[in-house]
């Protein structure tokens, strides 16, 4: 399981790149995107996905 | 009297060197801008501030500030804010065409220091939280104090993340910042701020607002502590904190706060903002005015902000962000402080100056036997003089003139009315609607077919004050109209 960011949605603001615990999240060519390999949800560590919650846009960090 | 100076040229052509040697030639030696401070000011804060245009009123004619885009990432969620649209015509805070990493933003710092003469500021403003995004804050800062040592760094931030940062903003040398504080009361703040994001988690409503403001009032602490000079901004929101906002001005300037700029809230519904959906109005200019005046004697007030955006740079009143887009910017640039030096030198000999002819026209006034009250719009394009053509103008400066003396009450912007050599009479209209409450305008030109309209709507429209200092000219005004005994004009 791992979460995904909706490029067309995404003011690639970065908040999402710098809260990840797991450092999944790098910005590729034009857009921000999720490395499903190293994406843990943040399981383990925050009650709430970290990408999702500092997100300025809502429904843009989502379930993959 | 003050010996006439050449005219400063604040234009983007114009020889530097031969305006420098007429100055020169004037015969009183360069030294800070003002030959003294304004009696209002303290000597030691007057020489911090005299340089910065957001935080004096008297530099603000004569210095730039850039912003720079860094700082993209943001750790609140503001009503009045949508970061997710932005247009090259629109020009609001939190708005920013290009966003830049910190080596970028220190080429554009050089290139601009080598052209604009006028820069002194470099501000990081966004267009998220520049305490937030922190890394790329201090990155930036770092890069440029070590190629331009003597310019001035100062960021915006909501306050957040401020309490983190305030040690090394100190260790940095930043010696201004600006706190966006729009509440006191987290009941009211919850209907400004949706959310924020804190120690890794969302808070929202009442719990948002009350750690927000608890870490603001915190901030703002520990920088007067540090002795870093604080502005704080505040949005007026009609119906939701406009009343609370004279709440606010008390508890900043019982902490300390240097400066409170309230601003007019911009929601336009085509900015897509929560406010500007659901058809959250701005406030009236009036209604804004009546605000300032209702502050007045509490922390001292910005009237002259310009609500610049997290990309601007140049004076207030002129933005030259388009100039100095990234693929305007070698990647090669090296700083040349010539530009900038002789201007600093210049403004020495036209500030003193001004600060006299103004001195002149204030005292004409206030000790005339007149209790006739005057709200005068003029249009200028720095340099603390009517010089400005009516068609060209994109913004009215409103001063007052009063027994109280002649006070710069707010800014109001228009359309430009002159496009591509033609008067826009759409453009017009709105400009009337403007001028509401104004009694006359002062420009440095103006036709004869605007100047009948603008007659026919009650408001008097001269250029016989082209190129003079505002508040000289604003003094003759005032004399010719209440027949006091008229000021001898000095430049």
Redesign the interface.
């Known amino acids: 399981m791992a979460f995904k960011i909706i490029a067309s949605q995404c003011t690639q603001c970065g908040a999402c790149e710098y809260e990840c615990p797991s450092d999944a999240i790098t910005f590729k060519g034009e857009k921000y995107v999720v490395d499903p390999k190293k994406c843990t949800e943040c399981r383990g560590e925050f009650d709430t996905q970290q990408c999702a919650s500092v997100c300025p846009v809502p429904k843009t960090c989502v379930p993959a | 009297m003050p010996q006439p100076v050449k005219q400063l040229e604040t234009t983007r052509k114009g020889s530097l060197d031969g305006a420098l040697r007429a100055a020169k030639s004037g015969g009183c030696a360069p030294s800070s801008c003002g030959l003294s401070a304004p009696d209002d000011i303290d000597p030691a804060i007057w020489e911090r501030i005299k340089d910065h245009p957001c935080f004096s009123e008297e530099a603000h004619h004569y210095f730039a500030r850039m912003h720079v885009a860094v700082a ?4 609140i ?1 503001c009503n009045y804010c949508n ?2 649209y932005d247009c090259a015509n629109e020009s609001r805070p939190g708005v920013a065409s290009e ?1 830049l990493t910190p080596d970028q933003a220190l080429r554009k710092v050089i290139a601009v220091a080598n052209e604009v003469p006028q820069l002194s500021v470099l501000g990081i403003a966004g267009p ?1 939280d520049a305490c ?2 922190w ?1 790329k804050t201090k990155a930036t800062f770092e890069r440029v104090a070590r190629e331009i040592p003597d310019i001035k760094l100062c960021i915006s931030t909501n306050g957040l993340a401020l309490p983190d940062h305030v040690d090394e903003l100190a260790e940095m040398n930043v010696d201004h910042v600006t706190i966006t504080i729009n509440m006191v009361d987290p009941e009211i703040g919850a209907k400004i701020y949706p959310w924020i ?1 804190y120690r ?3 808070y929202t409503g009442i719990e948002a607002a009350r750690i927000l403001h608890e870490r603001q009032m915190l901030g703002l602490e520990m920088l007067i502590k540090k002795d870093i000079l604080t502005k704080i901004n505040s949005v007026m929101i009609p119906g939701v904190n406009d009343a609370h906002l004279v709440e606010v001005n008390k508890w900043v300037r019982d902490r300390g706060a240097f400066m409170h700029n309230v601003m007019p809230l911009i929601s336009e519904p085509s900015h897509g903002t929560y406010y500007g959906l659901t058809g959250q109005r701005g406030p009236q200019p009036l209604e804004l005015e009546a605000l300032h005046d209702r502050l007045e004697g509490g922390a001292k007030l910005m009237r002259h902000c310009r609500q610049c955006r997290a990309d601007a740079v140049g004076l207030l009143g002129d933005d030259r962000r388009r100039e100095f887009t990234r693929d305007h910017i070698s990647s090669d640039v090296t700083y040349n402080a010539s530009k900038r030096h002789a201007y600093r030198q210049l403004v020495a000999l036209e500030c003193g100056d001004h600060l006299a002819a103004r001195k002149d026209a204030i005292t004409a006034v206030t000790s005339a036997e007149s209790d006739g009250q005057l709200h005068v719009a003029v249009t200028t394009k720095g340099g603390g003089r009517i010089n400005e053509h009516f068609g060209h103008a994109t913004e009215l400066q409103v001063y007052v003139v009063s027994q109280k003396g002649i006070n710069l009450v707010g800014n109001r912007k228009i359309g430009q009315y002159c496009l591509g050599g033609w008067g826009e009479e759409a453009t017009l209209y709105s400009i009337i609607s403007a001028l509401e409450g104004i009694d006359i305008l002062l420009c440095a030109k103006i036709g004869d077919s605007p100047k009948k309209r603008l007659a026919e709507a009650g408001v008097r429209a001269t250029d016989a004050f082209g190129y003079d200092y505002i508040e000289t000219a604003i003094g003759a005004l005032y004399a010719a109209e209440f027949g006091v005994k008229p000021l001898v004009a000095t430049a």
Not at chain 2, 72 to 75: G, S
């Open positions: 993209p990432a943001c750790n969620q970061r997710k966003k998220g937030y995004d890394k994001f890794h988690r969302r």
